[in-house]
């Protein structure tokens, strides 16, 4: 019999006993469809991560001005102000390997523009943040050097700021005022949304570095150029354990600190991200590794049901071999039930997974990726679970003496 032949045979006996198929497929689309959804959701996770990095600028340190200890209790990081500009300039200068260091002020201000009030993070900056930390601006321009210098009032605000502050009009040449400070509205970020850790990225305020010191922060009794972190980029990651080796090295030496208590902390960023990443993976992988199993109860059944199915048409087989059907024949004929069963489990799996994703991406804000490799993995094994678990029926069945089969009732 040609395999066309034979697949239509196939597909008339699984259609005799319908509701008994669509049970035994059961196992498989389950399996298939978890599988599906885990590694969908561990690639969605690594996506995520990626466009954190970038995000981040890629391969970034943040250096923290750590909190005085007194009475055995530390104050909140960045609360002494032990880092100031000349510490930006000094690592640049000194180690080849960093592409820019950008010094950071923040505060918390209310933003108040016309009748609307918002609460963002305000940051005092200068243009190199730009490049550390891989902002672009969707409109206007970054600060002029008379700015900088001058503690200019003048304001680059978030895309949040932007929609709670001025909904659909153009914000660009608008005063608002930050605190008791009126500033201008230069430029606005392009949009990052949220970080791993949850936080809108983008609900923040740049401001110059001194306009910040001075006049939202409250920093004028430090030293005049105070700030409470460094944004370090560094070229080649492959560089970064010997970048922050240096770095280090070089604050001690500024700092004239020789103890094992550092007064900053170097955060590698990056790092951070791909570690979470890492456990989010090796957790979507467990689970996967377990909604396998469902694969291997599913061909276990399968197994089962084929074997009920030889016993029960033991008379037709016999029928078949008696009128010149070699055993290969019914071998095929039963290997290809098997493949069908799984492949049609494998089918109907891979629509759930995709229905679910879809769901989740909608309505609980995951992200899930499903890659083509995956899927044509997932039809592929349910083919072969089949092959695997269906053999044995099958050559069982071609085994059978046509007239002991012919006489079994």
């Given at each position: 019999m040609s395999w066309w032949k034979l697949c239509q045979v196939a597909w008339v006996a699984l259609q005799v006993n319908l509701m008994r198929s669509i049970l035994t497929m059961l196992g498989i689309i389950i399996g298939v469809a978890a599988v599906i959804i885990m590694l969908a959701l561990g690639a969605g996770a690594q996506q995520e991560v990626d466009q954190q990095i970038k995000n981040l600028g890629g391969n970034v340190f943040v250096v923290f001005a750590r909190g005085r200890a007194s009475s055995g209790a530390r104050g909140a990081t960045g609360s002494v102000q032990t880092l100031t500009e000349m510490d930006a300039e000094a690592i640049e200068q000194q180690i080849p390997q960093v592409s820019v260091a950008a010094p950071t002020i923040?505060?918390?201000?209310?933003?108040?523009?016309?009748?609307?009030?918002?609460?963002?993070?305000?940051r005092g900056v200068d243009n190199r943040i730009f490049p550390a930390q891989n902002w672009q601006l969707a409109q206007g321009r970054e600060f002029s050097a008379a700015e900088l210098s001058s503690a200019g009032r003048v304001a680059i605000i978030g895309a949040t700021v932007q929609r709670e502050l001025f909904g659909a009009s153009d914000p660009i040449g608008q005063t608002i005022r930050v605190d008791r400070t009126p500033v201008t509205v230069i430029g606005v970020l392009d949009a990052k949304g949220q970080n791993t850790q949850g936080n809108d990225q983008d609900d923040l305020i740049f401001m110059p570095l001194d306009t910040v010191r001075k006049r939202i922060a409250g920093m004028t009794l430090a030293s005049p150029r105070a700030v409470r972190s460094l944004i370090v980029q560094v070229a080649d990651e492959r560089d970064m354990e010997l970048v922050e080796q240096e770095i280090e090295a070089l604050l001690r030496q500024r700092m004239r600190t020789t103890g094992s208590d550092a007064p900053f902390q170097i955060r590698n960023l990056s790092e951070m991200v791909e570690t979470r990443a890492r456990t989010m993976q090796i957790f979507n992988g467990?689970?996967?590794?377990?909604?396998?199993?469902?694969?291997?109860?599913?061909?276990?059944?399968?197994?089962?049901?084929?074997?009920?199915?030889?016993?029960?048409?033991?008379?037709e087989i016999g029928l078949r071999m008696a009128v010149g059907a070699e055993p290969g024949d019914?071998?095929?004929?039963?290997?290809?039930?098997?493949?069908?069963?799984?492949?049609?489990?494998?089918?109907?799996?891979?629509?759930?997974?995709?229905?679910?994703?879809?769901?989740?991406?909608?309505?609980?804000?995951?992200?899930?990726?499903i890659q083509p490799e995956v899927v044509l993995l997932s039809i592929g094994f349910s083919a072969l679970i089949g092959i695997f678990f269906g053999y044995y029926p099958a050559r069982k069945a071609s085994q059978l003496q046509p007239i002991d089969a012919l006489r079994h009732e």
């Open positions: 923040w505060a918390n201000a209310q933003v108040i523009y016309g009748n609307m009030n918002w609460a963002p993070s305000v467990l689970l996967a590794a377990v909604a396998s199993v469902s694969l291997l109860v599913g061909g276990i059944g399968i197994m089962n049901i084929m074997l009920v199915s030889v016993t029960e048409r033991t008379r019914i071998l095929r004929q039963f290997l290809i039930e098997a493949m069908l069963l799984c492949s049609l489990g494998g089918a109907l799996g891979l629509t759930i997974a995709v229905l679910v994703t879809r769901s989740l991406e909608k309505f609980a804000g995951f992200t899930a990726v």
